[in-house]
Nanobody, 126 residues
Framework: QVQLVESGGGLVQAGGSLRLSCAAS????????LGWFRQAPGKEREFVGG????????YYEDSVKGRFTISRDNAKSTVDLQMNSLKPEDTAIYYC???????????????????WGQGTQVTVST
């Protein structure tokens, strides 16, 4: 069982930056692949980016490539999402998620993830 708690959301102007953090409980954090998803009002939840168990494989949704960076610290059981050059269309609730992974792959599918945080709101103003 893994419990995930996100933090770091808030209101930022377009072009600004935010860093989201997700802290996990449990002693087997390094066994989990991690992902960030987001859901905007009236839209389905979508994949933002993911990172493999040992952090050597990352994958990003096209619209955030070059702007967002995922990193993890297995010693601290945390995963961060650094978001730069934010746009109003990045406004959403952001969720971190964990999946028990047997390989170093990254999944873009929400159904593949077993545990979810409660979400943190990110609002980007014009």
């Amino acid at each position: 069982q893994v419990q995930l708690v996100e933090s770091g959301g808030g209101l930022v102007q377009a072009g600004g930056s935010l860093r989201l953090s997700c802290a996990a409980s449990g002693r087997t954090f390094s066994s989990y692949g991690l992902g960030w998803f987001r859901q905007a009002p009236g839209k389905e939840r979508e994949f933002v980016g993911g990172i493999s168990r040992n952090g050597d494989n990352m994958y990003y949704e096209d619209s955030v490539k070059g702007r967002f960076t995922i990193s993890r610290d297995n010693a601290k059981s945390t995963v961060d999402l650094q978001m730069n050059s934010l746009k109003p269309e990045d406004t959403a609730i952001y969720y971190c998620a964990a999946r028990l992974a047997r390989s170093g792959s990254v999944s873009i599918y929400s159904e593949a993830y077993d545990f979810w945080g409660q979400g943190t709101q990110v609002t980007v103003s014009t």
